[in-house]
Each structure stands twice: as C-alpha cells, then as structure tokens.
C-alpha cells in the first residue's frame, strides 16, 4: 500500500509568475460565468422559469448553448436590426474569448522565454491529425494580453445581455 504523505509539508510551485497563473485562472472561471449569462438569455427568450432553465440548458457545451441563445434571438428579432447586429458581433467577441480560453486549458505551459518567475508563459500544443500529421504549435502569452481578454470576456457577456434584454422587454 502506498502511505499518502503529510501534504502540509509539501509546497506547491511553478515556474510560471503567479500573476499569470491568476489571470489563467481568472479566464477559467469567467467561461463558467459566460456559460451561465447564456443560460439565462436563453431563459429570457423563451420565457423559462429557472427550473425549467436548468433541465434544459445543464448539460449544454458552450457551442451548443451559442446555437440556442442564437436561434431564439433569431426567432424573436428582426435580423436586421441593428440590436440583431450588436448581438452578433458581441458573440464574435466572446468566441473570441472562448478560443483563448481553449488556448489556455487544452496547452501545455512553461515559463516565459526570458526565464523562470518572469512576465508571461510560453504555450505548446501538439496536435496529430489525419490531413496534416502532427504539429507543435508554441507560441507566448503575456499577462497583459491574458488581462485583456477577462475583460473583455466580461465587457462582452454584457454587452450581449444588453441586446437580449432589448429584444424581450
């Protein structure tokens, strides 16, 4: 049998600075929060109560939660309003930030190219496909561009509430 050691003895480290890993995390939970904000559009267009809500959006993946909101907002606005159109440009927007998130959580992360603890992370992604074979993909993030996209990420969801709630009022 393997004996857990005494985990309060043991630090957690990174050679990643700790504000990057605090904005990284902050993007994770800001696509739970846009997750929910479209949950409740889509509660708004339809008319829902939350349960009813829950039932039928819990098990939703983003995309499939995009197709939804944007399918009833199709169906309860004019398509070319300019509400229609603020609305779509905002969910350009947050996919946007949903592929930085995706970045982020699907990649292997190492410290910044100018060394351990400092600004920043270098991303690499492997990926093998059938037409293209394997690919490695390393690129870096800055902590500015990581605080841009949670705000961003957070002006957006917003800003497409705002056009939900024009279209239902």
Request: aromatic share 8%; hydrophobic share 40%.
């Amino acid at each position: 049998m393997i004996d857990e050691p005494d985990w309060s003895l043991h630090a957690i480290s990174s050679a990643i600075s700790s504000r990057f890993l605090e904005l990284y995390a902050s993007i994770m939970v800001q696509q739970s929060v846009i997750e929910y904000e479209l949950q409740i559009c889509v509660g708004q267009l339809l008319k829902l109560d939350n349960e009813r809500l829950q039932i039928l959006t819990a098990e939703l993946s983003y995309r499939q939660l995009i197709a939804l909101v944007s399918s009833s907002m199709l169906k309860f606005s004019d398509r070319d309003s300019e509400t229609f159109r603020e609305f779509k440009f905002a969910l350009g927007k947050i996919d946007d930030f949903e592929k930085i998130r995706n970045d982020l959580a699907h990649s292997i992360w190492m410290h910044s190219p100018n060394g351990i603890n400092q600004p920043g992370a270098q991303r690499k992604k492997i990926t093998a496909k059938r037409k293209s074979g394997v690919r490695v993909i390393e690129e870096v993030y800055s902590e500015e561009q990581l605080e841009t996209a949670c705000k961003r990420g957070n002006f957006y969801i917003k800003e497409l509430r705002k056009r939900v709630n024009a279209v239902v009022v």
